[in-house]
Nanobody, 127 residues
Framework: QVQLVESGGDLVQPGGSLRLACEARMFTLDYYAIAWFRQAPGQGREGVSCYSKTEDITHYADSVKGRFSVSRDQVKETLYLNMDNLKPEDTGTYYC????????????????????WGQGTQVTVSS
């Protein structure tokens, strides 16, 4: 069964950095596109990034370009969301998900089309 587990959320000051982890259990990241979404209190899910090994591409939302990056540990089958220069508007619960396909095409739509979401990991940016 495909399972993704998020971790690494914390309270951090504006301008700080944080690294979130998305561990893939029982499958390899080689064949599945993985997206990061976030949800602030009272708001809908917002796409942050999508990584596809098959397409050899990583997409980023405009709001995080230049500040966030995705990296991968192949041995641990873990995808990381590296977040720098954090802002209060980055606050939210962060989720990693997959539609079980290899492509990031239309990945923004996963926010409303996917039924299965994990518990996420909480990021709070505040002084």
């Amino acid at each position: 069964q495909v399972q993704l587990v998020e971790s690494g959320g914390d309270l951090v000051q504006p301008g700080g950095s944080l690294r979130l982890a998305c561990e893939a259990r029982m499958f390899t990241l080689d064949y599945y596109a993985i997206a990061w979404f976030r949800q602030a209190p009272g708001q809908g899910r917002e796409g942050v990034s999508c990584y596809s090994k098959t397409e050899d591409i990583t997409h980023y939302a405009d709001s995080v370009k230049g500040r966030f990056s995705v990296s991968r540990d192949q041995v641990k089958e873990t995808l990381y969301l590296n977040m720098d220069n954090l802002k209060p508007e980055d606050t939210g619960t962060y989720y990693c998900v997959t539609d079980r396909g290899a492509s990031c095409i239309d990945w923004y739509r996963w926010a409303t089309t996917l039924d299965t979401w994990g518990q996420g990991t909480q990021v709070t940016v505040s002084s």
